[in-house]
């Protein structure tokens, strides 16, 4: 929303918060709407307005709330399947839904399996080059028969080579110092930079398995107790091409890249002096796609569980609603990433032989030529890595809205509640990366956690309403404390005037004043009547003489309005 971005949009299932994602490669601050299968949504409600004086900062851009299935009774069974024109990309879904409902109770059951195959940016044109419309000139420098730059340390001579295409085990003459050559290798400069991008996917596969359960009881006419819970597993995948080796001082990587040394006594080296980075040596580049491609699998876990109470009482002029709510969530992800490599190892395996024989399974290495590392090389230098993280969320809320008094322009409002939340986080990379020898991107294990306490009250005073000019006229007060266990507390306020003409069909705010982004105003016309009931629960039961006044199907934005939850 806005282009604020995904960690400004505040996402609510049923009216709470739900857990944010980890990733296995970090811990994520935006909620995986993958974790939220579709067969047990009921609606969406959008509220567009900037939402940061009522939920927090998360919410600046807006608040999406997804309502649940709860008031079903019966079964039904949903099958979708479908693929691209080009006959990829097959998706297919299976979703189970079973409800009853009495006098007092009611029980709604979900079950969703998911399933979406790969597409390769190779069979896409758009996507099968680095840069569309560049052709390979953005392409890579690591190349599958290698790169090398480096200085002849007899004659000063600079190099910047790789093997000539089709030469086994190709030889160096050093006298040979330009690009005029007829040894077994050529100028870099005449080489054709790596293509990554068909190895690359440009569609992701992924299956997700969800279970969804929800039970309601009337505990009395006006307070019903609720008990719903989740769980759900991702297993996806990425993959890029071969992970390249960038040796020496012109591309650092880490210590063992950086300081690997393509000895002289290597078998496998051909220059006859050591290539050493810290002498005469800039760069090795090297794309091993013998290794195979990189592919990071994901495995992620959602679990919830909440309860609470929920209710109303007559007070006044109108209704009062009220909720007590209690949740748990928790998202757990690991990756385990095939087609990387031991940085030290491979060090280990380009340097001295005595060395190299010192440590079981090294074997001597070679990076010249396509296809350079053997089986028994890469049984010793490419391990499997796997990372972890996990979100954990837990909060407790109690909320209070209704109606305060009559006046002529309409019914004044009001909502104030107090929630606490506690969010808790890891991240542990694969004991190799800890180690410094992972050759992909360096991390360090992090965790944290921190808890706030936060009391918010809101009120909506409609000023005009039913004149010429005017059809709608309303002033909206809102403000929340916050007080956080890290930072310290801080208070968040905001006043909006919006309103409807009565000939131009569109929404007017002609004195906003909010702590956040100033937030564009909606053109889509709120219902020309009173929605007051909470999205938190079904509308309630007629026998409890609270229906609401407008259809649902009237309510599409809800508008700054005075509950804790849109109210339409």
């Known amino acids: 929303m806005r282009h604020l971005g995904p960690k400004r949009v505040l996402v609510l299932v049923d009216g709470v918060r739900w857990v944010n994602e980890s990733s296995a490669s970090g811990v994520g601050g935006v909620v995986d709407l ?218 650092p990587t880490n210590f063992w890249a950086d300081n690997a040394v393509f000895s002289a006594n290597n078998p496998n080296n051909p220059f006859g002096f050591d290539l050493d980075p810290n002498d005469n040596m800039g760069l090795i580049g090297y794309r091993p796609l013998e290794g195979g491609p ?78 350079a590392l053997t089986p028994e090389v890469l049984a010793f230098i490419q391990p499997v890595i796997q990372d972890r993280s996990e979100n954990r969320l837990t909060l407790f809320s109690a909320n209070l809205s209704g109606d305060l008094f009559e006046l002529p322009a309409g019914m004044a409002a009001f909502a104030t509640g107090y929630e606490y939340r506690k969010y808790t986080g890891s991240y542990t990379p694969d004991g190799l990366t800890l180690r410094g020898e992972y050759n992909g991107v360096p991390s360090l294990p992090t965790s944290g956690e921190y808890d706030v306490n936060e009391f918010y009250g809101e009120f909506s005073i409609p000023l005009l309403a039913g004149l010429s000019f005017v059809e709608r006229l309303d002033l909206s007060l809102a403000g929340r404390y916050s007080d956080y266990s890290t930072s310290g507390s801080e208070t968040t306020a905001k006043a909006a005037c919006a309103g409807r003409s009565t000939t131009v069909s569109c929404c007017a705010a002609p004195g906003r004043r909010a702590s956040g982004p100033r937030p564009s105003v909606s053109c889509s016309a709120p219902p020309a009547v009173s929605t007051r009931y909470s999205t938190t629960r079904a509308p309630a039961r007629s026998r409890r003489g609270l229906k609401p006044t407008a259809p649902r199907s009237a309510c599409r934005v809800a508008t700054p309005s005075p509950t804790r939850r849109s109210r339409c």
């Open 294 to 371: 990189r592919r990071f699998e994901q495995d992620v876990d959602t679990f919830y569980v909440g309860t609470g109470l929920e209710g109303s009482f007559a007070a006044g002029q109108g209704a009062m609603f009220w909720d007590i709510n209690l949740a748990h969530s928790t998202n757990r992800a690991v990756q385990t990433n095939y087609g990387s490599y031991n940085a030290r190892r491979l060090s280990l395996a380009l340097g001295d032989p005595a060395a190299c024989a010192a440590e079981p399974g090294c074997v001597p290495a070679s990076l010249i030529g396509p296809g």
């Open 34 to 251: 993958n974790t939220i299968p579709v067969g047990i949504i009921d609606r969406i409600e959008v509220l567009e307005d900037g939402a940061s004086s009522i939920y927090g900062s998360d919410a600046i851009a807006g608040v999406v709330n997804i309502i649940t299935r709860r008031d079903y009774d019966g079964a039904s069974v949903s099958v979708q399947y479908g693929q691209y024109s080009e006959g990829d990309g097959e998706t297919g879904s299976v979703d189970l839904s079973f409800g009853t409902r009495g006098e007092r109770h009611s029980f709604f059951f979900g079950a969703s399996y998911h399933e979406q195959r790969e597409i390769f940016s190779r069979d896409r044109e758009q996507s099968s080059l680095p840069v569309p419309g560049t052709g390979l000139a953005r392409g890579s420098s690591a190349i599958p028969a290698g790169r090398f730059i480096f200085t002849d340390p007899d004659t000063g001579t600079r190099f910047d080579i790789t093997p000539r295409p089709g030469v086994a085990n190709p030889s160096f003459d050093r006298t040979q110092t330009g690009c005029d050559r007829t040894d077994g290798f050529i100028c870099y400069a005449d080489a054709t930079p790596f293509n990554f991008a068909e190895y690359n996917l440009l569609l992701t596969p992924n299956t997700r398995k969800s279970v969804f359960g929800q039970m309601r009881f009337d505990l009395t006419d006006t307070t019903t107790w609720y008990l719903r819970s989740l769980y759900n597993n991702r297993k996806s995948a990425n993959q890029a091409a071969a992970e390249p080796f960038f040796l020496g001082s012109l591309a």
